[in-house]
């Protein structure tokens, strides 16, 4: 419990490298799996605010690991993923560039969230950009950047 609270108090100071430290040792002296689900959540965040996107989704990945039940860390991947579309398109190929919104979709599914999949099917390309790059509805492709995940291509 202290240690929590000093990595809660820590976050509140944007002191992050303490923050982590604490949530870290707060895992490990907890047999609750909520309470650790709740410190990996923290840890994501932090990395998130810090730009580190593969660290936040790591620590995401962890929080569903220790409590299935926590699908809400499928929206924090999403999240992650639908914003790097700046970071990672590469502007020769509007269906390659997209793939990390069928990447967030994915996430979004497994969260069950509704609104993120909506979202992120907005984005994916027309069937005139797939076929005009010879590309097929069903192609798995890669999204490259740190996001690094094979993708099914879908159209809007």
Known sequence: ???????????????????????????????DN???ADCYKSISDIHYKEGRKAQA??????MVEVDPSRKDAYTIIGNLYFGSYNECRKGENPVNDRAVFFAAYEMYRRAGNQQGMANAQQQFPSMEEIFTYNMEV??????????????????R
Do not use: F, H, P
């Not at 989704?57 to 962890?62: F, G, M, P, T």
């Not at 069903?138 to 159209?155: D, K, M």
């Open 1 to 31: 419990g202290l240690a929590l609270l000093i990595g809660v108090k820590s976050t509140e100071r944007e002191d992050y490298s303490t923050a982590i430290k604490y949530y870290q040792e707060a895992i490990k002296l907890t047999d």
């Open 34 to 36: 909520t309470k650790k």
């Open 57 to 62: 989704r790591e620590s995401a990945l962890k």
């Open 138 to 155: 069903g192609q798995q492709i890669s999204t490259g950047c740190w996001v690094n995940e094979t993708v099914t291509i879908q159209r």
